[in-house]
């Protein structure tokens, strides 16, 4: 007898026919990889069909493939580096199912669902910030968590560990002021200091 996960699945496969990339079903959690033209279809009836009833985004966030499985992603290639990834809670069926969309490499757009559901507002800002995912249709895509003049998207995985600028307060000029980076890169290496000879009992 199949599972409600397994229900739901089907039911999805049903509906969205190609609009779906890929439907996955890992430790009882339901993906769907949709299409990014159908996004805002698939959310839509995923909101409003009786069967689904997804009456909340719980989360909006981004991801960055760049190294995924330790293989790094050469720019000009197609395999997608970025996606945005959406997490729904049925509370009518007692459900969850998690969409998943890949963006381009240089410019990663795609529309934003706010019209749908109103608390994506902050989550689709924040992956803007820290991703620099732009959400088509957005009301106000602004940085949410770093400062107006930070430079690039600390998320991603080839984002410096020091960052491209620094911030300190001139007292000449009288205000806060942005500055090449002072600090030299570092590697962060984890030792082990044992002391000689200690074998974890008296000697």
Same mark, same amino acid.
């Given at each position: 007898?199949?599972?409600? =996960? $397994?229900?739901?699945?089907?039911?999805?496969?049903?509906?969205? $026919?190609?609009? %779906?990339?890929?439907?996955? %079903?890992?430790? @009882? $959690?339901?993906?769907? /990889?949709?299409?990014? !033209?159908?996004?805002?279809?698939? #959310?839509?009836?995923?909101?409003?069909?009786?069967?689904?009833? +997804?009456?909340?985004? =719980?989360?909006? #966030?981004?991801?960055?493939?760049?190294?995924?499985?330790?293989? /790094?992603?050469?720019?000009?290639? !197609?395999?997608?580096?970025?996606? !945005?990834?959406?997490?729904?809670?049925? %509370?009518?069926?007692?459900?969850?199912?998690?969409?998943?969309?890949?963006?381009?490499?240089?410019?990663? *757009?795609?529309?934003?669902? =706010?019209? =749908?559901?109103?608390?994506?507002?902050?989550? /689709?800002?924040?992956?803007? &910030?820290? +991703?620099?995912?732009?959400?088509?249709?957005?009301? &106000?895509?602004?940085?949410?968590?770093?400062?107006?003049?930070?430079?690039?998207?600390? +998320?991603?995985? &080839? +984002?410096?560990?020091?960052?491209?600028? /620094?911030?300190?307060?001139?007292?000449?000029?009288?205000?806060?002021?942005?500055?090449?980076?002072? %600090? $030299?890169?570092? *590697?962060?290496?984890?030792?082990?200091?044992?002391?000689?000879?200690?074998? @974890?009992? &008296?000697?």
């Amino acid at each position: 007898m199949p599972t409600s =996960i $397994e229900l739901l699945a089907a039911h999805a496969k049903e509906k969205f $026919e190609a609009a %779906i990339e890929v439907c996955l %079903i890992n430790r @009882g $959690e339901l993906t769907l /990889e949709i299409k990014r !033209s159908e996004l805002l279809q698939v #959310c839509r009836t995923l909101r409003d069909d009786d069967g689904f009833k +997804f009456e909340q985004l =719980i989360d909006v #966030c981004g991801v960055d493939y760049l190294s995924y499985g330790h293989v /790094e992603i050469p720019a000009e290639t !197609s395999r997608a580096r970025y996606a !945005s990834v959406y997490h729904l809670l049925s %509370i009518a069926h007692n459900q969850r199912v998690r969409l998943r969309v890949f963006l381009d490499n240089k410019l990663p *757009v795609v529309d934003s669902v =706010i019209d =749908i559901w109103n608390s994506a507002n902050w989550f /689709e800002r924040e992956a803007f &910030d820290l +991703f620099g995912i732009v959400y088509e249709g957005h009301p &106000d895509l602004r940085r949410i968590l770093t400062d107006y003049g930070f430079v690039g998207h600390p +998320f991603r995985k &080839d +984002f410096p560990l020091i960052g491209h600028v /620094e911030m300190r307060y001139d007292a000449d000029r009288g205000r806060v002021i942005y500055q090449p980076v002072t %600090i $030299e890169p570092r *590697v962060l290496v984890p030792r082990v200091i044992r002391e000689e000879g200690y074998g @974890g009992r &008296d000697s």
